[in-house]
């Protein structure tokens, strides 16, 4: 486990340099972006400059969580500061809303009074934001597949990427036909992307928050893999959740023969060594039982009623 932690601090650390460096290079574009758009009386420009100044914000949020995520377990937080993470990706997918809204709004007032846009400019600032956009992509993309800090960090910027080619397309549309409502008709594009992808985030922090169980786990199948493993003969309270994204825990109750302790320690390693490398759980607590329980109830409800605590359990079916 101490390996284990000094490999994830190191992975932090790199992942950090790499959103200092995105986020030093975002902040000096959009100075430059914004300039240019209101010269240009663009909205595809300040539409990508406004997205480039929430994506500094971006960054330095998912900076700092990945910082604190470093920090050790203690009394008070005993599974340490992972969720961190998947606070910093709720408040950035929540951000990508709002910004949608904002182009949303602006690009239908530009629709109904299209003004006129400097197509050169458009053109030759959408360029340089590509080629911005898609190295401060590319530093963040590393490890961001199981991170969803991260990914959250990494949508942003290929939000940017996107506005930049949207950006690159009205200039030309604009300089060809001359009509400037490709400007905010790019922009609205742009808007519909970035929803979708906050929202694909903004849906997967809120099941880690619920501890819901991860969506490539199949809970049935799980039991029928439990029950191959050598010494189990029946599981129930079940529960499979996720401190965040690649950090997946698992507790259950374990039915074996009435067998000594030194036997049932065997069976919990082949157990936690079966679903580490099956499914990458990387905790896995579990309570031996030989008598006294009903292996068919696969998950309990924990609810309060009264002032007194009731534990429900319910016989598993396939849905």
Same mark, same amino acid.
């Given at each position: 486990?101490?390996?284990?932690?000094?490999?994830?601090?190191?992975?932090?650390?790199?992942?950090?340099?790499?959103?200092?460096?995105?986020?030093?290079?975002?902040?000096?574009?959009?100075?430059?972006?914004?300039?240019?758009?209101?010269?240009?009386?663009?909205?595809?420009?300040?539409?990508?400059?406004?997205?480039? %100044? *929430?994506?500094? @914000?971006?960054?330095?949020? #998912?900076?700092?969580? =990945?910082? +604190?995520?470093?920090?050790?377990? &203690?009394?008070?937080?005993?599974?340490?500061?992972?969720?961190?993470?998947?606070?910093?990706?709720?408040?950035?997918?929540?951000?990508?809303?709002?910004?949608?809204?904002?182009?949303?709004?602006?690009?239908?007032?530009?629709?109904?009074?299209?003004?006129?846009?400097?197509?050169?400019?458009?053109?030759?600032?959408?360029?340089?934001?590509?080629?911005?956009?898609? %190295? *401060?992509?590319? @530093?963040?993309?590393?490890? #961001?597949?199981?991170? =969803?800090? +991260?990914?959250?960090?990494?949508? &942003?910027?290929?939000?940017?990427?996107?506005?930049?080619?949207?950006?690159?397309?009205?200039?030309?549309?604009?300089?060809?036909?001359?009509?400037?409502?490709?400007?905010?008709?790019?922009?609205?594009?742009?808007?519909?992307?970035?929803?979708?992808?906050?929202?694909?985030?903004?849906?997967?922090?809120?099941?880690?928050?619920?501890?819901?169980?991860?969506?490539?786990?199949?809970?049935?199948?799980?039991?029928?893999?439990?029950?191959?493993?050598?010494?189990?003969?029946?599981?129930?309270?079940?529960?499979?959740?996720?401190?965040?994204?690649?950090?997946?825990?698992?507790?259950?109750?374990?039915?074996?023969?009435?067998?000594?302790?030194?036997?049932?320690?065997?069976?919990?390693?082949?157990?936690?060594?079966?679903?580490?490398?099956?499914?990458?759980?990387?905790?896995?607590?579990?309570?031996?039982?030989?008598?006294?329980?009903?292996?068919?109830?696969?998950?309990?409800?924990?609810?309060?009623?009264?002032?007194?605590?009731?534990?429900?359990?319910?016989?598993?079916?396939?849905?």
């Amino acid at each position: 486990m101490s390996h284990s932690h000094q490999h994830d601090a190191a992975g932090n650390g790199n992942s950090r340099a790499r959103l200092a460096l995105s986020l030093l290079v975002t902040l000096a574009f959009v100075v430059f972006e914004a300039i240019a758009g209101i010269y240009a009386n663009s909205l595809a420009l300040l539409t990508d400059a406004a997205h480039n %100044l *929430t994506d500094v @914000l971006a960054l330095a949020l #998912s900076w700092w969580a =990945l910082r +604190l995520a470093d920090q050790p377990s &203690h009394a008070g937080k005993t599974y340490g500061y992972h969720r961190a993470g998947i606070l910093a990706a709720m408040v950035n997918s929540s951000t990508l809303v709002v910004i949608a809204i904002g182009i949303f709004y602006e690009s239908y007032r530009r629709l109904l009074e299209p003004p006129p846009v400097a197509e050169d400019i458009l053109m030759t600032v959408g360029a340089a934001a590509f080629v911005v956009n898609g %190295l *401060t992509a590319w @530093l963040v993309s590393h490890g #961001s597949e199981h991170d =969803l800090n +991260l990914r959250s960090a990494f949508v &942003h910027l290929m939000g940017d990427l996107f506005s930049s080619v949207g950006a690159v397309a009205a200039g030309v549309a604009i300089w060809l036909t001359g009509i400037n409502w490709f400007d905010p008709l790019a922009s609205v594009l742009i808007g519909l992307l970035i929803v979708w992808n906050a929202w694909t985030i903004l849906r997967e922090t809120v099941e880690i928050l619920l501890e819901s169980t991860p969506r490539d786990i199949d809970m049935s199948q799980v039991v029928r893999d439990l029950m191959q493993i050598e010494g189990v003969r029946g599981v129930h309270d079940l529960h499979v959740w996720s401190i965040s994204k690649s950090l997946r825990m698992l507790s259950a109750h374990i039915v074996t023969d009435d067998i000594p302790i030194s036997q049932g320690v065997l069976i919990q390693r082949r157990v936690n060594n079966f679903m580490g490398e099956r499914y990458s759980i990387a905790h896995s607590t579990l309570q031996l039982e030989c008598e006294g329980c009903e292996p068919d109830l696969l998950y309990c409800d924990i609810t309060k009623a009264n002032g007194h605590t009731r534990v429900d359990c319910h016989a598993g079916h396939d849905h």
